[in-house]
């Protein structure tokens, strides 16, 4: 499981950075990530097919997030430090494009707040996610390929999830406008990253931070079943947000701190 979206990931850089892509590792992540597209494309065109009102925005949502989601991810491949993609990435890239897909439903989907049986399936799916958003930690560590690579694409897909998920609350009314602020938080972390160097540090290894990231996804699951209604869904969303104030709090005074010189 990856941090809550905000901070570098804490997986172990093995090796020197490389500063060219060996030609296996580059052709293992170009057959993983382009079957995983094609199947996002297959699963998209199925679920257009049982529900035509969903129009081809329905599948080009995912199909195109996804794309993006896998350029960068080969753009990166220059810092994995393995030569091959591996297990735990697989089922990381298999999460996007689960990501992509909700995505295309909460946005796409103009009367979803109505239907309650998409509601629970989208919670099924969401919490389908977060097992295996342990599963790719627990594979990486038995197969000895935790890396800086994997952690951080960990974390982007974690951020993107608690984003839509976010939206989603806000689109069915559960909370007010504000709710997206849960999702916005890392993006704004980042940000601010770019024009306070010292918030680019690297953080200590930390439960809480894992424990806030799982949190939130739950709250916000929570948040898309159909009997959890205002002020119920309201109360759970602003815990959600102080909750991950605080961690991000927490964490900024950290990096921050005045530094310690010694002789």
């Given at each position: 499981?990856a ?18 892509v060996?030609p ?16 996002t ?23 195109l997030c996804?794309?993006v989601?896998f ?29 992509s ?10 009367d979803?707040a ?5 509601l629970?399936a989208?919670v099924?799916v ?6 295996l958003?342990?599963f ?15 952690a ?7 951020a993107?999830?608690?984003?839509i998920?976010?939206?989603?609350a806000?689109l069915?009314?559960k909370?007010?406008?504000?709710v997206?602020m ?7 972390f ?14 200590p ?7 806030v990231?799982?949190?939130q ?13 205002p002020p119920?869904?309201?109360i ?18 950290y ?9």
């Amino acid at each position: 499981m990856a941090s809550e979206p905000g901070r570098l990931g804490e997986g172990r850089q093995h090796g020197a950075e490389r500063l060219s892509v060996a030609p296996a590792l580059l052709r293992d992540a170009l057959i993983i990530l382009s079957g995983l597209l094609a199947g996002t494309s297959v699963v998209a065109v199925a679920l257009s097919a049982l529900r035509p009102e969903l129009g081809w925005d329905f599948i080009a949502w995912p199909v195109l997030c996804a794309a993006v989601i896998f350029a960068l991810v080969l753009g990166g491949l220059s810092g994995h430090p393995f030569d091959r993609f591996g297990h735990a990435n697989l089922v990381t890239a298999f999460r996007a494009s689960l990501v992509s897909l909700l995505g295309a439903c909460i946005f796409c989907f103009d009367d979803l707040a109505a239907d309650r049986t998409a509601l629970l399936a989208l919670v099924g799916v969401v919490l389908f996610a977060l097992t295996l958003d342990g599963f790719d930690g627990y594979l990486a560590r038995r197969q000895g390929q935790e890396s800086d690579f994997g952690a951080r694409f960990d974390m982007e897909v974690d951020a993107l999830l608690i984003l839509i998920l976010s939206a989603a609350a806000a689109l069915l009314e559960k909370a007010g406008l504000w709710v997206v602020m849960i999702g916005l938080m890392r993006y704004a972390f980042v940000l601010a990253a770019r024009y306070e160097p010292r918030l680019n540090g690297r953080l200590p290894p930390s439960f809480r931070r894992k424990l806030v990231c799982v949190l939130q996804i739950v709250a916000l699951c929570l948040l898309l079943v159909p009997f959890v209604v205002p002020p119920v869904s309201t109360i759970v969303a602003l815990s959600a947000l102080l909750l991950l104030s605080y961690s991000f709090a927490v964490d900024i005074h950290y990096l921050l701190r005045p530094q310690v010189l010694t002789p």
